[in-house]
C-alpha cells in the first residue's frame, strides 16, 4: 500500500497568514493527488484534484504544487472559514489512502 | 442539487451486523463508481471500498481492514447505494460517508460529492 504522511500534524495561524500544508508520498504517484477539507459535524469537501486543478467553487487563495513524491497545498491569505483539518489522498492505486491528516487552528 | 443521504447507522454489539443504505439524487447514479469512506472518532478519513458501475461490471474493491466482512452494494434502479457490514468490531466503530467515486482519465479519480455522514458503534 501506499502510505501518505503530512506535516505538520497541526498548526495555528492568524487570519490573513499565508499556510503552507505537506503531504509526502511512500513511492512514486505521478500526480495522482487530491486534497480534502473536513470541519466537523459536515461532509469533507473536495479541494484540489490531480494535484493542481481546483475543484469549481474552491476560492483562488488556495492552490497546490508538486514536487516529486511531495505535495504542497496552500492557502495565501486565511480566512475564518478555512480553519479545519486538511486531507491529502492518492488515487494512483488501490487502496486508496489518504494521509493522517493537517489541522489549522486560530493563533 | 446532489445529495446523498446516509441511513441505517446506529448501536451494535461487536459480532453483529448492519446495513447501511445512501439514496443518492441529482446526479446519474448509474453512470458512475461509488465507494464508503470511514472516519473513526478523533481520527482520520479511511477508504472503506467502492463499487463501480454497469459498465464496468459492477466490480468491487475493499480496504484489508473490511475484506470479508463489508459488502458494497448497488441498485441503479433506485440510486442506491449499500454496505452490509458483517462481524463487526469496535475499531469499525466510525461515521461512514457515502461517496462519489469520480473517474475523470487514467488514474485521476476523487471524491466530489459526500453524504453528511451515518455513526456506527460498536460496543458491547
Known amino acids: 500500500d501506499i502510505q501518505m504522511t503530512q506535516s505538520p500534524s497541526s498548526l495555528s495561524a492568524s487570519i490573513g497568514d499565508r499556510v503552507t500544508i505537506s503531504c509526502r508520498a511512500s513511492q512514486s504517484i505521478s500526480t495522482y493527488l487530491n486534497w480534502y477539507q473536513c470541519k466537523p459535524g459536515t461532509a469533507p469537501k473536495l479541494l484540489v484534484y490531480a494535484t493542481f486543478t481546483l475543484e469549481s467553487g474552491v476560492p483562488s487563495r488556495f492552490s497546490a504544487s508538486r514536487s516529486g513524491t511531495h505535495f504542497t497545498l496552500n492557502i495565501s491569505s486565511l480566512q475564518p472559514e478555512d480553519f479545519a483539518t486538511y486531507y491529502c489522498q492518492q488515487s494512483y492505486s488501490l487502496p486508496v489512502t489518504f494521509g493522517p491528516g493537517t489541522k489549522v487552528e486560530i493563533k | 442539487e446532489v445529495q446523498l443521504v446516509e441511513s441505517g447507522g446506529g448501536l451494535v454489539q461487536p459480532g453483529g451486523s448492519l446495513r447501511l443504505s445512501c439514496a443518492v439524487s441529482?446526479?446519474?447514479?448509474?453512470?458512475?463508481?461509488m465507494a464508503w469512506v470511514r472516519q473513526a472518532p478523533g481520527k482520520g478519513l479511511e477508504w472503506v471500498g467502492r463499487i463501480r458501475d454497469k459498465a464496468n461490471s459492477y466490480t468491487t474493491d475493499y480496504g484489508a481492514s473490511v475484506t470479508g466482512r463489508f459488502t458494497i452494494s448497488r441498485d441503479d434502479s433506485t440510486k442506491s447505494l449499500y454496505l452490509q457490514m458483517t462481524n463487526l468490531r469496535a475499531d469499525d466503530t466510525a461515521v461512514y460517508f457515502c461517496?462519489?467515486?469520480?473517474?475523470?482519465?487514467?488514474?485521476?479519480?476523487?471524491?466530489?460529492?459526500w453524504g453528511q455522514g451515518t455513526l456506527v458503534s460498536v460496543s458491547s
Open positions: 441529482g446526479l446519474t447514479f448509474s453512470d458512475h463508481s
Open positions: 461517496v462519489r467515486d469520480y473517474f475523470l482519465v487514467g488514474a485521476v479519480r476523487y471524491f466530489d460529492f
